[in-house]
């Protein structure tokens, strides 16, 4: 099965800044939306940053706002999501996987069944 990796994170303090990574080796990206997501223990994993296939389009939940950005360099075959000004509460495991369908408006569901390729993602903890 295809599978995107991640990687960046790690224990940070609060206010601190992290760049995650979300690179595939089996295939391209280039025609791929591409989702951040995050499951914090005992928590449903919940969509928080999608990115169009060029990079023309974000989105960014709210709790992220102004705090995390997403870019993405087809050339490298990787998004990033640059994470500033994290919180306690940004503590959780980050995933990205790859929209199954071109549609951006749907993949703007950020729905588990509308993604797919998910990595085993890279774990993110903010404290002192």
């Known amino acids: 099965q295809l599978q995107l990796v991640e990687s960046g994170g790690g224990l940070v303090q609060p206010g601190g800044s992290l760049r995650l990574s979300c690179r595939a080796s089996?295939?391209?990206?280039?025609?791929?939306?591409i989702a951040w997501f995050r499951q914090a223990p005992g928590k449903e994993r919940v969509g928080v940053s999608l990115?169009?296939?060029?990079?023309?389009?974000?989105y960014y939940a709210d709790s992220v706002t102004g705090r995390f950005t997403i870019s993405r360099d087809n050339g490298k075959n990787t998004v990033y999501l640059q994470m500033n000004d994290l919180k306690p509460e940004d503590s959780a495991t980050y995933f990205c996987?790859?929209?199954?369908?071109?549609?951006?408006?749907?993949?703007?569901?950020?729905?588990?069944?509308?993604?797919?390729?998910w990595g085993q993602g890279t774990q993110v903890t903010v404290g002192s």
């Open positions: 996987a790859a929209c199954r369908t071109v549609l951006y408006r749907t993949c703007l569901n950020l729905g588990d069944a509308e993604f797919g390729s």
């Open positions: 089996e295939f391209t990206l280039d025609y791929s939306h």
């Open positions: 990115i169009s296939s060029r990079g023309g389009e974000t």
